[in-house]
């Protein structure tokens, strides 16, 4: 089945860093990929919409200067969380539309990435 | 996209049938419901899709209402490793990359 790899997959760092996740579809391409973010016991949440070639669409309380996507290939997202502090603290999560003539394809999920600030 | 809704816990007995129920009364005609579960610390697992007819893959089937207002996932012989979050979810039916609303979903606990 199509795979997400979602790298890294745990980042512990000092408040301030600058942490950068990658989000790449293995055997597909992908021409929109998702950032979700999760909190404990709480659902996922979209942060953002990642296009292919074209800027980002950002959620509605997601400051997009605070988390950077490029998405600079059919098979790569990345999200740069910047000056990371704690309440930055959370489980992201990206997914991937698979691009095909072919309607309703199912988006695929990555295992996420823990990150935790001190 | 329609809301979903879903009992936010269920038990059930390893290797009984599994189901789980969703309501979506205000699905469109053009919308599919979708079946993703997590499973503690990883990421969402897509299960299966419909529109209006049945639908089974190897993990699990999907019985839709006629009036399309309902569905359940059912999984056949529940193991230890099906305990997980599942979340039921309705989406446009197009291929311009839509994107999934999670609700609260369901945490299933499947028990020796």
């Known amino acids: 089945g199509a795979v997400v790899s979602q790298h890294p997959s745990r980042v512990i760092c000092k408040s301030g860093t600058s942490v950068k996740i990658e989000c790449r579809s293995l055997?597909?391409?992908?021409?929109?990929m998702f950032w979700y973010r999760q909190f404990p016991k709480k659902s996922l949440m979209l942060m953002a919409t990642s296009n292919e070639g074209s800027k980002a669409t950002y959620e509605q309380g997601v400051e997009k200067d605070k988390f950077l996507i490029n998405h600079a290939s059919l098979t790569l997202s990345t999200l740069t969380v910047t000056s990371a502090h704690p309440e930055d603290s959370s489980f992201y999560i990206c997914?991937?539309?698979?691009?095909?003539?072919?309607?309703?394809?199912?988006?695929?999920f990555g295992d996420g990435t823990r990150l935790s600030i001190l | 996209d329609a809301k979903t809704t879903q009992p936010p816990s269920m038990d059930c007995a390893e290797g009984r049938a599994a189901n789980l129920p969703c309501n979506h009364s205000t699905i469109s005609g053009n919308e599919y419901v979708y079946w993703y579960r997590q499973i503690h610390s990883q990421g969402p697992q897509y299960i299966i899709h419909g529109l209006k007819n049945n639908e089974t893959n190897e993990m699990a089937s999907l019985i839709i209402t006629e009036d399309r207002k309902s569905s359940t996932l059912i999984l056949p012989h529940a193991t230890l490793r099906d305990t997980a979050v599942y979340y039921c979810i309705v989406r446009l039916n197009n291929n311009a990359g839509n994107m999934l609303t999670f609700g609260g979903g369901t945490r299933l606990m499947v028990k020796p």
């Open positions: 997914s991937a539309q698979i691009y095909t003539g072919v309607r309703n394809q199912p988006q695929h």
């Open positions: 055997d597909f391409q992908a021409t929109t």
